[in-house]
């Protein structure tokens, strides 16, 4: 494993000086599926803290502005994300760009927020009508590049939303149709209608199971965006390294949400252990590597972090490697 780190420590260590005169010089592109949509195989993910009104606007502002001057062309929200905050931000951010058919926005419906706050389901085909076009609203565009069913369950795919969806599509006002769902089953579901372009999923160097299913999404021509392809950093030795209240918002929600996960990730603290790459870098990079994958998408509010992680773009993994994590996976 030394020998491996040290070869790629020096590949990486010439391919950072080269990154240095241009940042957006390793963004790769690929095709979302068949849908003949091109996009950054990085995207970035419009949510969670960033989204709050906690944290400051122009900061997150700042962050979209950054990721669009490293070749990000996939940004990725949902209506009810951040307390419904999130979309309008991403708008905001966007705002100054009249053209933006050379990007491909991402939103969800489906998750909808009461007076008192609290989430609920509402998969009516009215809603999720008017949720497109609220969407469309705050995001100022004329098209949705794709757009989500958020977490639905089996008995949701009526046949009056089958046809709203449908007529969204042939409007013009979403370019392609997807379903963001972690359940095996609600997925097939998803795909059985005939209806749905996209699929994204849970997929990372913890999630490897993933690797059947993808498969046969693509082997259907179904396109797969990979959520959480950082496996929410739990093998970072920075995790319980808290230097703020940011810090302190994600080490909660992974103790709230992957407690078994976080000891489960130390078998993989060996990827933080290469000098010239970063182990989310290589987690990313693991992810990539698989080209049924067409885009992964991650969050952040550290602009620091945002640049480090979109250098993984155009990474190449060393085989034994690979084959290491594959393994442990």
């Not at 929200?77 to 760009?97: F, P, Q």
């Not at 963001?180 to 994204?200: E, P, R």
Request: glycine share 8%.
């Amino acid at each position: 494993m030394t020998k491996i780190r040290r070869n790629f420590d020096k590949i990486q260590l010439f391919r950072s000086r080269i990154l240095f005169l241009g940042q957006a010089l390793f963004m790769q592109y690929r095709y979302l599926g068949t849908t003949g949509i091109k996009i950054s195989e990085i995207g970035l993910g419009c949510a969670s803290y960033w989204g709050k009104k906690i944290f400051n606007q122009n900061t997150a502002i700042n962050i979209v502005h950054q990721a669009l001057d490293q070749g990000v062309s996939f940004f990725d929200t949902g209506h009810s994300y951040s307390g419904g905050n999130a979309e309008s931000r991403l708008g905001k951010a966007i705002c100054h760009i009249g053209d933006k058919s050379h990007l491909c926005l991402s939103s969800k419906a489906g998750t909808r927020i009461a007076n008192n706050g609290k989430l609920f389901k509402d998969f009516s085909a009215d809603w999720i009508k008017k949720s497109c076009h609220q969407s469309l609203k705050n995001l100022r565009a004329d098209a949705l590049g794709v757009f989500h069913l958020h977490g639905p369950n089996p008995e949701d795919f009526t046949d009056k939303l089958l046809t709203t969806l449908s007529q969204l599509k042939q409007n013009g006002e979403v370019r392609s149709l997807a379903v963001n769902a972690f359940d095996d089953h609600i997925i097939k579901t998803a795909v059985d209608t005939g209806v749905f372009d996209c699929i994204m999923l849970d997929y990372n160097i913890m999630r490897q199971d993933r690797n059947i299913l993808i498969k046969q999404l693509y082997d259907k021509k179904i396109a797969v965006l990979a959520a959480a392809p950082l496996a929410g950093s739990l093998y970072s030795n920075k995790l319980f390294k808290l230097t703020g209240p940011k810090d302190l918002w994600y080490l909660a929600r992974a103790l709230k949400n992957s407690p078994k996960k976080i000891i489960q990730a130390r078998k993989f603290k060996f990827i933080n252990k290469f000098k010239h790459t970063s182990g989310s870098q290589i987690a990313l990079g693991f992810v990539l590597q698989n080209p049924k994958i067409s885009c992964a998408v991650f969050g952040t509010t550290n602009p620091k972090h945002l640049s480090e992680n979109l250098q993984a773009s155009g990474i190449k993994l060393p085989a034994e490697l690979l084959h290491k994590i594959s393994a442990l996976g």
